[in-house]
């Protein structure tokens, strides 16, 4: 019963309203998910740096963040903060070490995710009171993807709520449950991966990344995902570059895309969709079961425009 949106961003001259209007997409599916909601945006790198976006101890504002950091390191690391979440940026060379020193001296502190793009926001309460918290209707990007949680598989907390992010650049949102989680997360933890929560999509996200880390494409491992995952699901996906989709082999779960020239757009139901610019011209499809769909920005084009 929960609701995912996700917005791909054809055409630059609309980057800006991206937050915007992702945040109008969740706020239609509050009633698909009152418990929590959450969301990721990817946006212009900087140069040689990592974007850790890091959540605070339940309800804890992340203020101070930045002189504490400056005070530990000498650095000068920029934040910002928003609510109980922060996004650092931190150089590429000393990821490691900064994670390490933020694990050291901020107990409580988790990383929700890392990339060079993508940036993480999720929490408690309806979707429109989560979007408000963390600024999103004023986040300009080129991608996003977005949930609304009714919470069947863990508790209702921060960190059940979506997306789940187990790679750099990638996450995942989901509607629906796994049958075989409890399975994949031992053989995932056999292979290194580690999980935080018993929530079954954060297994599938690990599947995901893992997948990709062998070399295999996002396409290839969302049809992995056909015969390793069991179960009732719909993905929406993000990755650096890109956004996928993918129903398993019933689809009893619904759905429906828009693509036009400037967009592709997901919704679990159309009313999700209708105030998206150009939707009466949009070509309106329910995607197939068991059939995967990926879009990707060329990458010699998003590197020429993280490099301007």
């Not at 929560?197 to 690990?206: H, R, Y």
């Not at 757009?265 to 209708?274: C, I, Q």
Request: glycine share 10%; hydrophobic share 40%.
């Amino acid at each position: 019963m929960c609701g995912i949106v996700g917005l791909f961003l054809k055409d630059p001259a609309l980057e800006p309203q991206l937050g915007r209007l992702t945040a109008e997409m969740l706020e239609v599916m509050s009633d698909r998910g009152p418990d929590s909601a959450g969301f990721a945006i990817y946006s212009a790198p900087a140069p040689k740096s990592v974007k850790l976006t890091l959540r605070g101890p339940e309800g804890k504002a992340l203020g101070d963040l930045a002189a504490e950091l400056s005070r530990a390191t000498g650095l000068d690391l920029p934040v910002t903060v928003r609510g109980d979440h922060a996004v650092l940026l931190v150089p590429a060379a000393r990821e490691a070490e900064l994670r390490e020193l933020l694990a050291e001296r901020l107990p409580g502190l988790r990383v929700a995710g890392a990339g060079k793009r993508m940036e993480i926001y999720k929490g408690v309460g309806l979707p429109a009171a989560v979007s408000a918290r963390f600024g999103l209707s004023g986040i300009a990007g080129t991608h996003a993807i977005g949930h609304t949680r009714m919470a069947t598989e863990s508790a209702v907390t921060t960190a059940g709520a979506h997306p789940f992010s187990t790679g750099a650049d990638q996450c995942l949102v989901h509607n629906g449950s796994l049958s075989n989680h409890n399975d994949v997360r031992r053989r995932l933890r056999r292979e290194g991966l580690d999980f935080e929560t018993a929530n079954d999509t954060e297994v599938a996200a690990g599947y995901l990344s893992w997948r990709m880390a062998q070399g295999a494409g996002l396409g290839e491992a969302l049809e992995s995902a056909l015969s390793d995952l069991d179960g009732f699901y719909t993905f929406v996906v993000g990755t650096e570059n890109g956004f996928g989709v993918l129903r398993d082999p019933v689809a009893c779960k619904p759905a429906v895309m828009a693509e036009t020239d400037h967009y592709v757009a997901f919704g679990t139901e159309y009313r999700a969709l209708v105030d998206l610019p150009g939707i009466e011209d949009a070509h309106i499809f329910e995607p197939e079961p068991a059939r995967v769909y990926f879009w990707e920005r060329p990458r010699a084009v998003a590197d020429e425009r993280a490099a301007a």
